[in-house]
C-alpha cells in the first residue's frame, strides 16, 4: 500500500519561503508521478504541481508559476514543494499525490493514493 507523509507546513509571514516535503513508501512498482494539491479554508482541493519521477519533468498550475518549484529525489523517494514569496491566499492544507497528470483544458487528473496533508498558514 502506498504511503504519503507530508512535513513542512508552517506559520510563516508574507513574503517568506517555505518548503514541503512528502516521502513516499509502499510502492509494488515504478513511481510514475507524484505532486501536490492544496485546499484553503471553505474552498475545493487545487492542483498545484506535479513532477514525473523518471524524467523530471513538472507541471504546474497557471496562476503559480514562478513562486512554486517541485522537484522529486529518486533516491529518498521524496517530493519537494519549494514556496517562495508566500501570499495569505497560499494558507492551505497542502496534500501530496500520486500518479497526477495535467491537461490544459481540464486541470490536474489522475490522482490514485493521497497523503494526510501538512497545514500551511501565511500572515500578513
Known amino acids: 500500500e502506498v504511503q504519503l507523509v507530508e512535513s513542512g507546513g508552517d506559520l510563516v509571514q508574507a513574503g517568506g519561503s517555505l518548503r514541503l516535503s512528502c516521502a513516499a513508501s509502499g510502492f509494488t512498482g515504478s513511481m510514475r508521478t507524484i505532486g501536490w494539491f492544496r485546499q484553503a479554508p471553505g474552498k475545493g482541493r487545487e492542483g498545484v504541481s506535479c513532477i514525473s519521477a523518471t524524467d523530471g519533468s513538472a507541471r504546474y498550475a497557471d496562476s503559480l508559476k514562478g513562486r512554486f518549484t517541485i522537484s522529486f529525489d529518486n533516491v529518498k523517494k521524496t517530493v519537494y514543494l519549494q514556496i517562495n514569496d508566500l501570499k495569505p491566499e497560499d494558507t492551505a492544507t497542502y496534500y501530496c499525490?500520486?500518479?497526477?497528470?495535467?491537461?490544459?483544458?481540464?486541470?490536474?487528473?489522475?490522482?490514485?493514493?493521497w497523503g494526510k496533508g501538512t497545514a500551511v498558514t501565511v500572515s500578513s
Open positions: 499525490v500520486t500518479e497526477c497528470y495535467h491537461s490544459y483544458a481540464h486541470g490536474f487528473y489522475g490522482m490514485e493514493s
